[in-house]
Structure formats: C-alpha cells, structure tokens
C-alpha cells in the first residue's frame, strides 16, 4: 500500500508538471509579437513610438510590442506591405499616397492601409542659421539644403513645400537627404546651408541645435504655400504654427505647414487586437505623455480627426462604444 501512495504521488507531481508545462506553451503560443515602425533616433516618431509600445505591452493582453528605428513613413508602409512590421506611424500625406497607390507607391500598387488613431501635427521645420541672412523659403536657392532621409515622410512634404514656393529640389538645391540628427549636426558644422524636418513639438535634434552655445537658429515661415498644396494634393495640409519659445532663440511664432500623423496597420490586421490597441493607448495617455510631451495632443475626438485613410474596423468599434463619430 506504501508503495502504491509513492506511486501515485510521483504520477500526480507528474501530471502537475505536464500541465503546467502544456499551460506555459500554450500561453507562448498565444502570445502576440508586433513590431511597431517608427523614424530615426533623433525626431519624434521613435521615441513616441516607444512609448506606445510601452503601453501596448503593459496593457492589451498576451501581446508584447517594440518600437523599431526605421527611414520613417514611406519605409514604414513599404515594410507593412512586405509583412516586416504590424503597426506604424505615418502621415495622412503619404498614407493617402499608398491608398491610392500613386507617387512613390506606383510599383507596389493600392496598398489597403487601414487608420487606428490620429496621434498629433506633424508641423514642417525649414530650418537655418540666422547668420546666413536667409529668411524666406524661396532664398534656399542655390544652397544646400537637406531634404529629409529617403524613404522618410520628411523628405515627401518638405519636397512639396519646396515646389509650392517654385523651388526645385532637384535642380534649385543642391540636395542632402539626410536624417534629422545627421542635419542638424552638419547645420552646426556649417557643412549645409539649410535643413527640412517634420516631426512634432519639440523635436530633440532640433532643440540640441538650437542651445548649442554660438548657435542660434531660424525657421523659415511657409504658410504661404498652403493654397498650392492644397490645389495638387487635396486637404491632407493645414496652416499650423510653431509657438515662441519652443526652440532657444525664437522670439516670434513661425506659421508652417502641418499634416496628422497617426498610427496604422494593414486591412488584414486582427479586429480584436486593433480594437484592444486603440483601448490601450486612450485609456493611458498620461504613460505617453511620461516618454514625450507630444502625446498632450491625443484625444478620444482627435484620434478620429484629420485621417485622410479609412479606420480599421476594431478601431471603429472602440469609437462607437465611447460614442465618438467618425468623420
């Protein structure tokens, strides 16, 4: 009888084991990975976008999110596309572009892009030493000026504004196409004359630059390209401002173009994850506003508004639950 109770507790410690051990490979299983595309180092997206992941990991269930560094907009929808990447963030100018599958989405045809929420305004930077004497957009003539990283959203708009103002980036500059860090250290080392940036407020390259001691800085206005950008693209652009004091040195509010950025994800995406994601990241703003102040600009009423793409359908969901009409 001893030995039958021995037995039988090393079948029973046996089977606890193998249940224990088929539980934890189940929840593995489950376990949802995601990559999340954001921009490089030195602009908004990655660190926003490590706070998103942040958020997602903490508080959508058996999923785990990191923010990877990328080229930014165009590179990011490229790799969603390929299926290297689940969510990005991009804005609503090169989104509409892939949609449509027009401009530098031309060989990879329509791509079903689908919105979860608007984040903030992307608001262009032209920015230049004010020892150079350039103060209006159309002055960058001849200079050199960097443009933006390839494949980067910054790169897409700063060339429209450009063209808006009857500057040729390919033929009036003498083009750079380089990260937001990487201008903003050739501008302090005088290797170009001007640097295109967009990305929200405050962007930390920019801010370097601007307290660099024997530094200081320009904006260069831009709303007066508003009305031909809004004739050739549409109504993804809006005036939209950088307020004094954002960067060392501004006395004066510099008006700019702006344009949304938002975080998406393929047509195919799971409708309960997204609807999850979305839950997540509007019920805990304050943890994003922890990593990065742009995050203040989120709201259950902004996250619907400025979307030039259709929202996914888990997206919809949480919006019709909290009684939010999408546009």
């Known amino acids: 009888m001893k030995s039958k109770g021995?037995?039988?507790?090393?079948?029973?410690?046996?089977?606890?084991?193998?249940?224990?051990?088929?539980s934890a490979g189940a929840q593995t299983k489950e376990m949802n990975r995601l990559s999340l595309l954001t921009g490089g180092t030195g602009g908004v997206y990655y660190p926003y976008g490590g706070a998103l992941a942040q958020v997602i990991s903490k508080y959508v269930p058996?999923?785990?999110?990191?923010?990877?560094?990328?080229?930014a907009a165009v590179d990011n929808i490229k790799l969603l596309k390929a299926g290297k990447g689940e969510l990005a963030l991009v804005i609503a100018d090169v989104a509409n572009d892939a949609i449509l599958g027009k401009e530098r989405f031309e060989k990879d045809g329509k791509i079903p892009l689908r919105a979860l929420a608007v984040l903030y305004g992307n608001l262009n930077h032209m920015v230049v030493l004010k020892d150079s004497?350039?103060?209006?957009v159309p002055e960058l003539k001849g200079k050199k000026v960097s443009v933006g990283a390839p494949g980067s959203a910054t790169e897409v708009k700063s060339s429209r504004i450009l063209e808006a103002f009857g500057v040729d980036p390919a033929r009036d500059i003498r083009r750079e196409r380089l990260s937001v860090a990487e201008s903003a250290g050739a501008l302090k080392d005088r290797k170009i004359d001007a640097f295109c940036w967009d990305g929200g407020l405050p962007t930390a390259a920019v801010m370097d630059l601007a307290a660099t001691p024997g530094?200081?800085?320009?904006?260069?206005?831009?709303?007066?390209?508003?009305?031909?950008?809004?004739?050739?693209?549409?109504?993804?652009?809006?005036?939209?401002?950088?307020?004094?004091?954002?960067?060392?040195?501004?006395?004066?509010?510099?008006?700019?173009?702006?344009?949304?950025?938002?975080?998406?994800?393929?047509?195919?995406?799971?409708?309960?994850?997204a609807y999850e994601i979305v839950k997540a990241i509007l019920e805990h703003k304050p943890d994003l506003?922890?990593?990065?102040?742009?995050?203040?600009?989120?709201?259950?009423?902004g996250a619907?508004?400025?979307s030039s793409i259709p929202f996914h359908p888990?997206?919809?969901?949480?919006?019709?639950?909290?009684?939010?009409?999408?546009?």
């Open 6 to 22: 021995k037995y039988g507790f090393v079948f029973l410690i046996l089977a606890v084991f193998l249940f224990s051990s088929a």
């Open 62 to 71: 058996n999923t785990s999110a990191t923010a990877e560094v990328t080229a």
């Open 289 to 301: 506003v922890a990593v990065h102040k742009a995050a203040d600009h989120l709201s259950l009423q």
């Open 314 to 327: 888990g997206a919809l969901k949480y919006y019709a639950e909290k009684g939010i009409k999408v546009p």
């Open 133 to 136: 004497g350039i103060k209006s």
């Open 304 to 306: 619907v508004t400025g």
């Open 215 to 273: 530094i200081s800085a320009r904006i260069l206005p831009q709303d007066k390209a508003l009305p031909a950008l809004l004739q050739k693209y549409g109504p993804v652009y809006y005036n939209a401002v950088i307020p004094k004091g954002t960067y060392a040195g501004m006395e004066a509010d510099v008006p700019v173009i702006g344009v949304a950025t938002k975080l998406v994800c393929m047509e195919s995406f799971d409708a309960r994850l």
